[in-house]
């Protein structure tokens, strides 16, 4: 009987394919979907296919049993490596996927794995590709994590409280990365500082106040830590420069699962809207959040510690990469003495 019963519960226990999104933020705040799945159902299996850098990120969320690594280059249709890619999944047993992208060549492979049931909002055409097609009321829904949780319950159910993302980091892979570094662990507070912004200048807060900020944390007695990519190299250096070398550059030395860690040493945060900004919130840093083109009530830090900085000009938002009228006062105008009285009045 006991195996009757051990086979019965197999068979009604879910495996949940989630096709993840291609941003750090998005990624973070996708997390908030797997605890809500996890709510419903603990002993579902949540297995997360996204291109291979966001797998760091999975690692850190315990509701995730396993990243699948997505081989396709952004953008690329890929059609017949989707499919074939897909057909290797078929004997997963996944009982349902949710797709947290709308593109219609990302609904490819999940259909190509058979899954009975394919749940995603209608985006790109997807008919056939996905048969639990939901439409996307944005006014109901106008948050990216507002979303994301919708996909994981019941069409036209309320949504549930919504939980906020949690990486779990590894204090002592941080302590391991600062030794590599020739770095000793921190004796003082540290201020970690993210100038960076993929997405585009609009969303970067000026260096020379992010300078000013580090400049001022360093009078306090406190380390200053700059995070970054290899993209956001010039602008770490820069800082660095304009703060007379009182930083620890870390831009472009680490990859994402250790600037993770190393961020979860950090007493506070001062960040653009970024992934990092979402990391940061999903660390419970105490995190002062700078927003520009972008909007707050839409991808807003997941975080009671969190603290946003935004102006809401006339002109505000206007989701740009660069400033359509040339001036860029919806950075500028928030100054750092603000952010200075503001940081260490929280502290």
């Given at each position: ?12 226990q ?11 933020g ?18 579902c299996i ?29 953008g690329?249709l ?9 057909l ?27 899954i ?13 590709l ?18 994301f949780?919708a ?7 309320p ?18 990365c ?41 009078e306090?007695?406190?380390q ?34 250790d ?36 909007d ?10 969190a ?26 105008q ?14």
């Amino acid at each position: 009987m006991a195996a009757v019963r051990q086979m019965t519960h197999a068979r009604q226990q879910e495996k949940i394919l989630v096709m993840g999104p291609s941003w750090v933020g998005d990624m973070v705040m996708a997390q908030s979907l797997f605890k809500v799945l996890k709510q419903q159902k603990s002993d579902c299996i949540i297995d997360v296919a996204a291109p291979a850098w966001t797998l760091p990120l999975l690692d850190r969320m315990p509701e995730v049993n396993s990243g699948i690594a997505l081989p396709f280059k952004h953008g690329e249709l890929a059609l017949k490596e989707r499919i074939r890619f897909g057909l290797s999944l078929k004997n997963h047993g996944y009982t349902q996927c949710i797709m947290l992208t709308n593109s219609l060549k990302s609904a490819i492979l999940p259909a190509a794995t058979g899954i009975r049931r394919r749940t995603g909002f209608r985006g790109e055409m997807r008919y056939g590709l996905l048969n639990d097609i939901r439409p996307l009321d944005k006014s109901k829904l106008p948050r990216t994590v507002d979303r994301f949780v919708a996909l994981g319950i019941e069409a036209d159910s309320p949504l549930p409280a919504i939980p906020n993302p949690h990486l779990a980091a590894s204090r002592d892979n941080a302590l391991a990365c600062l030794e590599n570094m020739y770095i000793p662990a921190p004796t003082a507070p540290v201020l970690g500082l993210c100038p960076g912004a993929e997405y585009g200048e609009a969303k970067r807060w000026p260096l020379e106040y992010y300078a000013e900020v580090a400049r001022a944390a360093h009078e306090h007695g406190w380390q200053v830590w700059l995070f970054g990519s290899e993209k956001d190299v010039p602008f770490t250096a820069e800082i660095n420069r304009l703060s007379n070398m009182a930083c620890l550059d870390l831009g472009g030395k680490t990859k994402l699962g250790d600037a993770i860690d190393l961020m979860s040493l950090c007493d506070a945060v001062v960040s653009n809207d970024s992934g990092l900004m979402h990391v940061a919130a999903a660390l419970d840093k105490k995190l002062i959040a700078i927003y520009g083109s972008s909007d707050p009530h839409h991808t807003p830090p997941m975080s009671s510690k969190a603290v946003i900085e935004y102006l809401g000009l006339e002109c505000s938002p206007c989701f740009q990469r660069e400033c359509p009228l040339g001036h860029l006062n919806c950075l500028k105008q928030i100054l750092p003495q603000q952010i200075i009285q503001n940081l260490f009045k929280r502290i």
